[in-house]
């Protein structure tokens, strides 16, 4: 009997960009990833021309450099949790890994909508910048796809 099995789901993302990868098997035992969707942070496209925190007279008319980084952060992360959760409805996504640095996944935990949260597999990591064969090749990903790690 063959039977196909369902396609697995990867979601990297960091301050900057998010992927949304299908896994599936290849000959050999492999999986390759698929690029199905992305997010870009354009939050950091619309602040650019904003003025600088020390432009104003006495230094001190903006937030902070390290504050406008946390709020430009928290912005792409409320759009981040509201495109996944329309994704993981549209594609009828049984279960998705998503990957990010431990500052983002901090930012994503308490925004992921109460439907989809039995749905998300949390991990650490930093591997946004790997293109998809070279992911599929990463041993993190490759335990992932096949055993399933512990979450976060």
């Known amino acids: 009997m063959n039977r196909t099995r369902r396609p697995a789901w990867i979601f990297i993302v960091n301050q900057s960009e998010g992927r949304l990868l299908q896994a599936r098997e290849v000959p050999e035992n492999r999986r390759q990833l698929r690029l199905r969707d992305r997010i870009e942070n354009e939050w950091e496209e619309h602040e650019h021309q904003r003025p600088q925190p020390l432009a104003g007279k006495n230094g001190h008319s903006y937030a902070s450099p390290g504050h406008e980084q946390e709020t430009l952060r928290r912005r792409f992360a409320q759009d981040v949790a ?25 930012e994503l935990k308490p925004l992921w909508p109460g439907r ?19 992911l599929a090749q990463h041993p993190q990903i490759v335990e992932i796809l096949t055993n399933g790690s512990p979450r976060v």
């Open 82 to 106: 509201r495109w996944l959760s329309g994704k993981v409805s549209r594609l009828k996504i049984d279960r998705v890994a998503v990957l990010a640095p431990s500052r983002f996944l901090g």
């Open 116 to 134: 989809l949260q039995p749905r998300i597999d949390e991990y650490e990591c930093g591997l946004g910048y790997l293109s998809e064969g070279e």
